[in-house]
């Protein structure tokens, strides 16, 4: 039995929270820009609970950029599909199984482009969503015509122009668009990139004033673990469960925030944030980016090293192991937090880091270290140098516990093999993959084996840093002291130890 409009009466609304007829009905107030298990577990999570609430009240069309599919998987299921929500609550384990009506019609821009533009002449139709990864908000200088351009920004630049045209440039007509690709500031960056296709394209000077100034580019903040579609043996016990199939459904942590950017206007349009929790809309976002990305992600970089080398596979497993999940939280709660370039109240940020360490540890998601590691170089730069300075400035010595963070990282980028081009460590008796760019740099370093000339190499690359990392008093020969006791003793033993000073 294939997930339905048909079937809904017959599944128990005890275990899934169903939606009622009426839900079909609502007008089409949302387009989305992708269809991607992530944005249907979190945008359109949050639209479908507020339209359940009766608040809202409006459906999603949803674009589908690439290919020229028409989206049968959801004309198949009616647009419906599974979100399965599990997680650690307040310490306790919770699931949500809830079949999701937010979304009227899948649209494929290769073979549909024209009914996607008369959406623009919908009045009701007010909101524009994008998740077209990191990738998509890029300028493609492109002209616009009567055919789908190539590029998302082309897409939404045509939707705009032809929104101007629908209703005359009038002021009520723009639009809220809310990105939620993982950029920073990206809706002030696709703003940049909409203006400046809209001057190569050469539009009317009028055009260009609404868009500039009538439709509200919102930055914004997504934060939630989507692991897309389970295993087979997991997607069979689920549907033996549920008592159907769906080939759309996903899985999701609890936990979920979308800090989006905007005045009283944004949260008019967005009535969907009044019944969920974590939406937040805030005429400055800067606390919600900072909180993730020093508590969440900050942590994750200062740890995924440490914690792979040492052995673990998953995040969950090195936060249960009692030596090291102790080391991790202290990391976070008293160092990290201490470290956080904006003014924060401490009260957040322990009951953020309180969230991360239940995010951490649970056990329906399986969260590799290994895969943190991507990119590690300039995730390193980006999440925990501001951390570095910022406890330098503040206490005049580098924190014990981010120097082992940095150590695990200069290790973990040992690569004993490069083969076809890519390049490999070892450890934990097998090989690893070193997915980074500066994997290269640090091939050649480890030459020597000597951990002292590979931190001095590492600190004298300012390029790569984009700062002068021997300006930090005392972190140099902190890093060096480290890094050899680690190689030395292991992992394990050396944060044990720095743990028991720490408590003497």
Known sequence: MVLSKAILKDLDANKLELPDEKIFELPEKVLQFGTGVFIRSFADYFIDKANKNNVFNGRIVVVKSTGNGNGNKFEEQDGLYTVCSKGI????????????????????????????????????MKIVISNTTEVGIQLVQEKISNMAPSSFPGKLLAFLMERY??????????????????????????????????????????????????NVFCNSLVDRIVSGKPSKDELAKLEST?????????????????????????????????????????????????????????????????????????????????????????????????????????????????????????????????????????????????????????????SERMVAGFAGYLLFMKAVKLEDGKYYG????????????????????????????????????KDMWGADLTSLIGFEAAVVAKLTEIIESGVMNVLNRLELNKVA
């Open 426 to 461: 070892f450890a934990n008796g097998k090989e690893y993959p070193i997915a980074d760019d500066a994997a290269g740099f640090y091939y050649n370093c480890w030459k020597g084996n000597n951990p002292a000339d590979v931190v001095a190499a590492c600190f004298a690359n």
């Open 165 to 214: 045209r629908a209703f005359g440039g009038s002021k009520e007509s723009g639009m809220v668009i809310i990105p939620a690709e993982l950029i920073p500031d990206n809706g002030t960056k696709l703003k940049e990139i909409i203006i400046a296709l809209a001057k190569y394209n050469e539009v009317d000077e009028s055009l260009l004033a609404w868009i500039e100034n009538d």
């Open 89 to 124: 609550e307040n310490g306790v384990v919770k699931e949500e199984f809830i079949v999701n009506a937010a979304i009227s019609r899948v649209l494929a821009a290769g073979s549909h482009w024209a009914e996607i533009l008369k959406c623009a002449h919908n009045p009701e």
């Open 242 to 398: 549920l008592g159907y199939s769906d080939t759309l459904l996903s899985v999701s942590e609890l936990f979920s925030l979308w800090a989006i950017e905007g005045d009283d206007l944004v949260k008019e349009v967005l009535s969907f944030s009044t019944e969920n929790k974590g939406v937040v809309i805030s005429e400055n976002i800067d606390l919600y980016r900072e909180l993730k990305l020093r508590l969440l992600n900050g942590t994750h970089t200062f740890n995924c090293g440490l914690a792979f080398l040492a052995g673990f596979e998953l995040t969950r497993d090195a936060m249960l192991d009692k030596e090291y999940g102790s080391f991790a939280t202290a990391l976070m709660h008293e160092d990290i937090a201490a470290a956080i370039p904006i003014s924060i109240p401490a009260e957040t940020k322990a009951a953020y880091a309180n969230d991360v360490i239940e995010r951490f540890c649970n056990p329906y998601i399986d969260h590799q270290w290994v895969s943190i590691t991507a990119q590690y170089t300039s995730k390193m730069k980006m999440r925990n140098l501001p951390l570095l300075f910022k406890y330098n400035e503040i206490f005049g010595v580098p």
